[in-house]
């Protein structure tokens, strides 16, 4: 029988000696995705961004009561408009319903879905158009940082928790995660599963 070798063994993950080094750039630029993804995963941002067609409420996401609904417009339905509850500023008192002249959900052409998302699969639906509703990322950006609905996440009213970051740490990461230059124009297939430790999810977010 040879002689065991006193050398130690490197193991790689499967594909990845195809897979160029993501460059500092896009290693930074992932970070800071990976921020934004806490904030746009929390209660105040994904809940009126749900895979179906109803709002979700409270800090545990759940179905909004009294069966309200998207509607054609994303302003709901009938009696049960967004405006009916959801006046142009926040109600006083805890649990009481937040305010905006804009409160709506995204239309149902464009849902716009955060609820159940991975990072990668929320990474490529901002930049994908046909879902964004034609948006540019710096377009995307501007609606993070000062649109004035957007805003009331971190203005949610008594009772309720705001996001992890503030709205300016929010989005000076966003900048950062699209602010790297392209390592590749195509950055191969990546696995969903592995989207943290996958070497191309950097260029996926900066390209």
Known sequence: MPAAS???HSFSPVGSAARP???PDANASREAFLQVFKVFTFPRCQNCHPSGNSPLQGDDSHVHLQNVQRGK?????YGMRCD???QTANLPGEHMPPGNPKWSLPSPEHKMVFVGRSPLQLCR???DPKQTGGRSLQQLFE???SDDLVGRAWN???GRAS????RRETAAQRKTSTAAPPARSDPGPLSVSNALDDNGFGELISS
């Open 6 to 8: 006193s050398q130690p």
């Open 21 to 23: 080094k993501p460059s």
């Open 73 to 77: 417009d994303g302003h709901g339905v």
């Open 84 to 86: 009916a509850c959801h």
């Open 125 to 127: 639906q901002l930049k």
């Open 143 to 145: 609606h993070v940082s």
């Open 156 to 158: 949610p009213g008594d």
């Open 163 to 166: 996001p992890p970051l503030s």
